[in-house]
């Protein structure tokens, strides 16, 4: 069993929504994930996940902060400012078609930076919410805070067990 999970806070659903809709139908079909942040989400970058060592993914969306709804793998990460042009224009053609409601590969929206590009497979959306209170730290093995007001940021946590 994996030792480490990701939860980002606060993933707009319609995005969400985008990537289900292919993966619900094509669960191995690699999506993308762009978090707003200007910080690369370092230990992913420095022991990056694979297929066939993915990393848990958990989500709210902006409008229930305290949930986690939606749950996939990280198969990958990338440095957007380390990408080749050619393979630039062809995950920004991928995302534009598949994934409408994101403007492809972005450096930023609404001046909020974005250097990470996750590649993401087996979304799903829980049958029932979790909330994000039973997600519990790696750095010092305490719960994620409940009262969230904002969405942004991410944490490492523990996986969830299986039958969560």
Known sequence: MATRALFINGIYESVLANILEIQSALPEHVMYLQPYAGKLIRQLHDNPPTADAPVELYMSTTDRLGEVQYAAEIIAIDEKESIVEARRLVLDRVIRLLQPTEAGVFASVDGRESVNL?????????????????????????????????????????????DA
């Open 118 to 162: 996750l590649h993401v497979r087996r979304m799903r959306k829980l049958a029932e919410p979790i909330p994000v209170t039973s997600l519990v730290k790696t750095s010092d093995d305490s719960p994620i805070a409940g009262a969230r007001a904002t969405a942004g940021g991410w944490s490492y946590v523990k996986p969830l067990s299986e």
